[in-house]
């Protein structure tokens, strides 16, 4: 589910305008909202029309990242006759972000007909949609939608008698944080341990089963036919000339009313904490956030003015990542919260190199050591020279993901270390 | 080690300061190699396809690359400029070695791979002697992988080396990466068994003690092995090896690479066969047959009597084995032609075979001897017709058959029975005499493979007791039976003495050279092939 702001329903909520209306998810329901009328237009496109509306739209990848959609559609190859592949990434495993599992379980059909747009504009004729393992009831909902729209037509051999054929594959993962990595998600799918590669090749010249594939997020594919029916400066609309558009916001922690909203990008991170999610309960404080998801870097308090684009939350010295913001009040200890996150990035881990499998491991025991009262103040170095080591030097930003958060807790809460370790005390109330 | 030479272009680039040409197809890490510098390595292996860059100790650094990069997975490019041991890469690479090192128990002490063991060398190489660690370490135990296997789970740094030799170059998917993370372990898969027939190579490319052999557990210290450059004789493959051995005995055989034989591999047979057919009675000293029985004596009484008796041979049998060396067959032929025994026949053990899918040349052959192709080359007859028959009373000449599965009796009525060989089996105590020859792990010599390879071996192990290679003792009995002894005619002394006798002789060996047979050994008759474009293809063809 998720909620607008400020009420103008009809104007900004283009992701999760029908959420909360069960109808939307079957076909009927969904042809009755205007479903499926931006397919029809992208069959009378050219694949490269379709990517010239996207990359003029702005859109940015939602997975994380931020590349630019269209420029990635647009390093596939031209020529037909080959294979060609579109993944969705469904696997959404970053802890704070439940924005793509709202999209599939309410409107499984707006990210289908992304899906399919997408496909035509790289002349993909399959699309996998790799659901993470813990979402049973939203691949339920998922298959139940694909099956109807083959059934429909709108799936599978000459889609709506266009001619053009694409398949669509709904898989179900086994549960692993790195399989939301593009490679990982790649190699998973074909049938191996989740465990990314080395890029180059990269997906565009060789993806799954040696064929160009290209990986988009869910919520990156939903938003897609909104562009194709209205046209890219429609969607310009909103948003900063670098980050256009409307995102959802996974909103959790602290927080009065937290949830999923979709909000025009660069509303100020301090008005959606305090405004729309009514800042912390109880009347505490807000301590620190972390506002993309627990792999960017945190902000406190007094930082939270920031815009959120994706230009703007990195002049703020952090990352848009997944839009989903943790709000740790006062009482929050942050070198509990840190080893937590620690702990997750090390069970995570996909056990190839060395610097990730090992260190992520070693900063979780130190914080864990540090939190049980047996601190020294050289471990705080020891830390801050892990965060050095396991930067840039492995295939996946996996261990990118935990030196983020590290590095700035130790730069913005130096004193909770400190507390820690000298006093065996914890600075939060 | 460059891949497809002839295809590829050269490109040049500057690795530690040092300009090197290369084709396009290397990669700066096999670049390095080729102007001497040996880049730290885990999970890459020359031997195995794939190139997952993940132990990431080889990253260096190349001038324009925002990040350092992984050198086994990155292709050489015009201009390229190569910093191996810049700050920042020895930075990483130290860094790598601690972090192997948190979770590792270092029980060097008692691990087999001490003293060969990559981790210990690039800890030293980068001096990272000393951890931060203050934490307790995660304890995971050892299994067994194998019959044969044991893997250490703790010493594991997940390298993945053996799961990608058995994929890619054993095709069997047995072993597995199970968990992930720092949990990570191989192990097979479940409800398969690890009985692939190259399996042992998973312990060669173990760049650490993580998978033991069971039959070397805590037997020797790698640096109390003395180690010889040999050829495995367990098949007719020929397989180049490094035999090691602990105070005269052979502990283990590794594959020796030769890219023309056996890549870096070599099968599970070959490895132990040669331990186990250590076994058996040897001779030890000259026997001499006086009132019927066996009388121990020296050398030179030895010949002087046994070439007194052959002056006395007209006509009689000749057996040899496939599992003497060139040398020895090419003097017991010289011998059965002076004495005029013509012909002789050989018997070849058969057993299963095997390939190996990634280097399908590398074969366990039917043939379970080495020199078959030897023997038949000095005119020897293969004979597959069960037991060698009964000389009844004429003379039987033996070269190193152990006549193992005949009867008791067999020989007792020849009227002259020479036995030239190693062991000491009922028949062969039927001998007249019995002269004791070194086995080939005792000797230098060459075999001729399945293919016609010479391929040289050396000397690994002291003869036992007053036993001298077969060459040297027919050598020395030919010269006898042509002029007394007198020194007349000069029998050869050494190996290579005897190798340049033998091939002025035999027409099929003349384009031999002891030198040139070097390590990786020659094919015969390939003198054509040694010369590249020897014969342009014709106009208009």
Redesign the interface.
């Given at each position: 589910m998720a909620y607008p702001y400020r009420d103008d329903r009809e104007t900004t909520t283009v992701l999760s305008r029908h959420m909360g209306e069960p109808e939307a998810r079957t076909l009927s329901g969904w042809l009755e909202r205007g479903g499926y009328e931006a397919l029809g237009t992208a069959l009378e496109m050219e694949p490269d029309e379709i990517t010239e509306i996207v990359k003029e739209s702005g859109l940015r990848g939602r997975g994380g990242a931020g590349f630019p959609t269209g420029m990635k559609w647009g390093f596939m190859p031209k020529e037909n006759g080959r294979a060609h592949y579109l993944c969705c990434n469904a696997d959404e495993s970053e802890p704070g972000a439940f924005k793509d599992r709202e999209i599939m379980r309410w409107t499984p059909h707006l990210m289908i007909e992304g899906c399919l747009i997408a496909a035509r504009a790289i002349r993909a004729g399959h699309v996998y949609i790799y659901v993470r393992g813990e979402f049973f009831p939203v691949v339920r909902v998922l298959n139940q939608a694909v099956v109807e729209a083959y059934e429909a037509g709108y799936i599978g051999r000459s889609v709506l008698g266009s001619g053009w054929s694409c398949d669509i594959t709904v898989h179900l993962g086994a549960g692993?944080y790195?399989a939301g990595e593009e490679t990982g998600l790649m190699s998973s799918l074909m049938g191996g341990?989740a465990?990314p590669?080395?890029k180059p090749p990269f997906p565009a010249a060789r993806g799954i089963f040696g064929a160009p594939t290209t990986v988009n997020n869910v919520e990156t594919l939903a938003s897609v036919p909104g562009i194709v029916a209205n046209g890219s400066a429609w969607y310009r609309q909103w948003g900063s000339d670098e980050s256009p558009g409307t995102k959802l916001w996974c909103c959790s922690g602290h927080l009065v009313k937290p949830g999923n909203y979709e909000l025009e990008l660069g509303v100020p991170l301090s008005e959606i904490i305090y405004d729309v999610c009514g800042g912390a309960p109880d009347g505490k404080r807000v301590r620190a956030v972390i506002p993309g998801g627990s792999s960017t870097p945190f902000l406190t308090a007094d930082e939270l003015d920031c815009e959120t684009t994706y230009e703007g939350m990195q002049a703020a010295g952090s990352s848009l990542g997944t839009a989903s913001p943790i709000v740790m009040d006062e009482s929050t200890c942050l070198l509990s919260a840190m080893r937590r996150i620690a702990q997750f990035y090390?069970?995570?881990?996909?056990?190839?190199?060395?610097?990730?499998?090992?260190?992520?491991?070693?900063i979780a025991?130190?914080l864990r050591?540090i939190e049980d009262g047996d601190g020294?103040m050289?471990?705080i170095d020891?830390l801050y020279d892990l965060c050095e080591?396991l930067t840039?030097?492995?295939?996946c930003v996996l261990a990118d993901s935990v030196v983020f958060p590290l590095r700035s807790s130790l730069d913005k809460f130096r004193d909770e270390y400190e507390s820690h370790i000298q006093q065996d005390a914890c600075t939060a109330t | 080690m460059y891949g497809n030479v002839k295809t590829a272009e050269l490109v040049s680039l500057r690795i530690d300061g040092t300009e090197i040409s290369v084709p396009s197809n290397t990669s700066v890490i096999e670049a390095a190699e080729a102007v001497g510098v040996l880049v730290p390595r885990y999970c890459y292996h020359p031997g195995i396809p794939s190139r997952?860059?993940?132990?990431?100790?080889c990253?260096v650094e190349i001038e324009g690359q925002?990040?350092?990069q992984?050198s086994c997975?990155i292709s050489v490019q015009e201009g390229m400029v190569v910093h191996t041991a810049s700050e920042e890469a020895r930075?990483?690479r130290r860094?790598?070695i601690e972090?192997?090192l948190?979770?590792h128990p270092l029980d060097c002490p008692i691990c087999d791979a001490a003293g060969q063991c990559m981790l210990q060398d690039y800890a030293f190489e980068t001096r990272q002697l000393a951890s931060?660690?203050?934490?307790?370490k995660?304890v995971m135990g050892r299994d067994r992988i194998a019959e044969d296997i044991l893997y250490f789970a703790d010493r594991c740094?997940?390298c993945t080396r053996c799961v990608r030799f058995m994929r890619e170059v054993a095709e069997d998917d047995a072993l597995i990466?199970a968990?992930?993370?720092?949990?990570?372990y191989i192990d097979t898969f479940p409800g398969a068994v690890l009985d692939n027939p190259f399996r042992g190579n998973i312990v060669d490319v173990c760049p650490v003690g993580a998978l033991v052999h069971e039959d070397f557990l805590f037997k020797a210290r790698f640096w109390d092995l003395d180690q010889t450059a040999s050829v495995c004789p367990s098949c007719s493959t020929g397989c180049n090896v490094t035999i090691d051995t602990v105070e005269n005995q052979i502990v283990r055989l590794k594959p020796r690479h030769n890219s023309e034989v056996n890549s870096y591999w070599m099968c599970d047979h070959g490895r132990k066969h040669l331990i186990m057919s250590n076994r058996g009675l040897r001779p030890e000293a000259p026997l001499l047959r006086r009132d019927g029985k066996l009388v121990p004596t020296g050398w030179g009484e030895a010949l002087t009597w046994v070439a007194e008796r052959l002056r006395e041979v007209s006509r009689g049998m000749a057996i040899v084995s496939p599992h003497a060396a060139n040398e020895s067959l090419f003097y017991f032929r010289t011998l059965l032609d002076r004495i005029g025994i013509a012909g002789g026949t050989f018997r070849v053990e058969q057993g299963e075979e095997a390939i190996l899918p990634g280097f399908p040349k590398l074969q366990l052959r039917a043939d379970r001897a080495p020199n078959a192709s030897g023997a038949e080359l000095h005119g020897f007859e293969r004979f597959d017709g069960g037991a060698h028959s009964d000389p009844g009373g004429d003379a039987v000449a033996v070269l190193e058959d152990p006549l193992g599965e005949l009867p008791d009796e067999w020989g007792r009525e020849a009227s002259f029975f020479l036995y030239v060989g190693n062991r000491l089996s009922p028949a062969a105590r039927n001998a007249h005499a019995i002269l004791p020859v070194t086995t080939f792990a005792e000797m230098e010599g060459t075999f001729t493979n399945f293919e016609g390879r010479v391929q040289r071996f050396h000397q690994a192990l002291q003869p036992a007791g007053l036993a001298r290679p077969a060459w040297l003792v027919l050598a020395r009995l030919v010269s006898l039976l042509e002029d007394g002894g007198d020194g007349g005619v000069a029998a050869p002394t050494l190996a290579s003495e005897a190798f340049q006798v033998m091939v002025r002789a035999t027409p099929a060996m003349a384009d031999l050279e002891w030198a040139s047979v070097g390590l990786k050994g020659a094919r015969l008759g390939s003198t054509e092939a040694a010369v590249p474009h020897a014969q342009a293809p014709a106009e208009g063809a």
């Open positions: 692993a790195i341990r465990e590669w080395m090390a069970h995570e881990s996909c056990g190839q190199c060395v610097q990730c499998r090992e260190g992520t491991e070693w025991k130190i050591r020294e050289k471990d020891t080591q840039g030097r492995t295939i | 997952p860059a993940q132990c990431r100790v990253l925002p990040k350092l992984p997975n930075s990483a860094s790598v972090l192997l948190v979770n931060r660690l203050n934490e307790e995660l740094i997940l990466v968990q992930r993370g720092y949990r990570a």
